[in-house]
């Protein structure tokens, strides 16, 4: 097979009915590879191009911070084509539509009430409210890392420590009890298989799976309400009328489970291996525990587990970038290029814990900032703390460059071996 060369993979000159705005393709085994250097390339030639996806499509794709962060405050760059707050029948079912009525992909006013709802669940305060129950849950998997580890055995922490703590704490928001959380941890699995395992097909069966549980534990709740989130979802459907659907209660606990822990995990695995791949910033935390919650938003920016967030959809005429943009276009937003923005953040390819990150869009921005942030700030600062300060000789198990998981989209370790004696 012919090979393609790296000068071949590069962002290619424009057709001529593109108006000028170069192309590059999403399936570049480059952007895969290196997501921030492929966009710094990109950003270096324009601040706005098309991304073409195999079948022809094309998104629009801006590369630097500004524009980024003006695209999550246009109101005409929605989550869906039209502005959309029907009632969803409670018969029409299917993955699809589960995974469709949720907040995060959708437009207000349905966004606002949904989000209303989620709110108070994700507070500062009631986040402070779970600290015990995090420091507790970290402390038992830093023991079972020190046994695991104790004969200089490597210790892969992301499947010990980055996927199972935030996995823990989202169930425990939700209340899903222990002897229901196996379905969820065989997702985890899944969605990081990447031997030969891992399956559309697997990840579907496995969704349905999931489904079922939140339908057995939403009927169990309404015959004993309970104070969890899930419990207060079920009070909204059955006693406050028009603010949830049985539909839309299904669909956000379910992405509130699959999508409420992702950040955390890329937060902690991304954290931990920068820090260890930087000894004298590794030092300045150690030295200094105050820096940890600076340090925790330089993670953030340096290395969002999110690189790319989902498509919004022109819903009439607007411009970004110098692009006049018509309705129904699909425009893509890089959270991982904002963050690595030269013009917004100096020196952004440093790892700098004494830097001030704030303004970062690892969580995006605006309406649809994500609500779990205070909970995944609380849970990189106390994994990251504790493994430092349990471990004091905490090193990599192996050199070079570690895999990720192979997509644009997600910059999350697929391993972190360590060893921990």
């Not at 004091?392 to 644009?408: C, F, H, K």
């Amino acid at each position: 097979m012919q090979q393609t060369t790296d000068a071949e993979r590069r962002p290619q000159a424009p057709p001529d009915d593109d108006g000028g705005v170069p192309v590059f393709q999403l399936t570049d085994p480059e952007l895969v590879r290196d997501q921030h250097g492929f966009f710094a390339r990109l950003r270096e030639q324009a601040p706005i191009w098309w991304a073409e996806l195999p079948d022809g499509s094309r998104w629009l794709v801006p590369t630097r911070y500004e524009d980024i962060r003006k695209a999550h405050l246009d109101p005409l760059l929605r989550q869906k084509p039209d502005a959309e707050d029907d009632p969803v029948s409670d018969e029409e079912g299917g993955i699809w539509r589960v995974y469709n009525e949720h907040p995060v992909v959708s437009d207000p006013p349905k966004h606002t009430r949904l989000r209303k709802l989620l709110s108070g669940a994700f507070t500062v305060r009631q986040t402070e409210r779970m600290r015990p129950l995090v420091e507790q849950t970290v402390s038992e998997l830093l023991d079972r890392i020190a046994e695991q580890g104790a004969d200089g055995t490597p210790v892969d922490l992301m499947e010990e420590y980055a996927w199972q703590l935030p996995l823990v704490m989202i169930c425990e928001l939700l209340g899903v009890p222990e002897d229901r959380r196996e379905v969820f941890h065989d997702w985890s699995r899944n969605a990081r298989d990447f031997t030969g395992g891992s399956t559309h097909e697997g990840r579907e069966e496995i969704a349905y799976r999931l489904i079922d549980v939140i339908k057995e534990l939403v009927e169990e709740r309404r015959a004993q309400p309970t104070e969890d989130l899930l419990g207060q979802m079920v009070h909204a459907r059955d006693h406050e009328e028009g603010r949830l659907s049985e539909m839309e209660l299904l669909s956000t606990a379910f992405i509130v489970l699959l999508a409420g822990f992702e950040t955390s995990v890329g937060l902690i695995g991304n954290g931990v291996h920068a820090l260890l791949r930087t000894p004298d910033q590794r030092a300045l935390v150690e030295g200094d525990p105050a820096l940890l919650s600076g340090a925790v938003e330089e993670f953030l920016r340096f290395d969002p587990s999110l690189y790319l967030t989902n498509v919004r959809i022109a819903g009439g005429p607007t411009s970004l970038a110098g692009v006049e943009i018509r309705k129904g276009q699909p425009v893509l937003l890089s959270l991982g290029a904002a963050n690595r923005d030269p013009e917004r953040f100096p020196d952004p390819d440093t790892l700098d814990v004494t830097r001030s990150a704030a303004g970062h869009l690892a969580f995006g921005y605006g309406i649809h900032h994500c609500m779990g942030a205070p909970l995944a700030r609380m849970e990189g600062a106390i994994a990251i703390g504790r493994l430092l300060e349990r471990f004091p000789r905490l090193r990599l198990a192996e050199e070079g460059d570690l895999p990720l998981i192979p997509s644009p989209i997600s910059r999350t370790l697929i391993k972190l071996p360590v060893l921990v004696d």
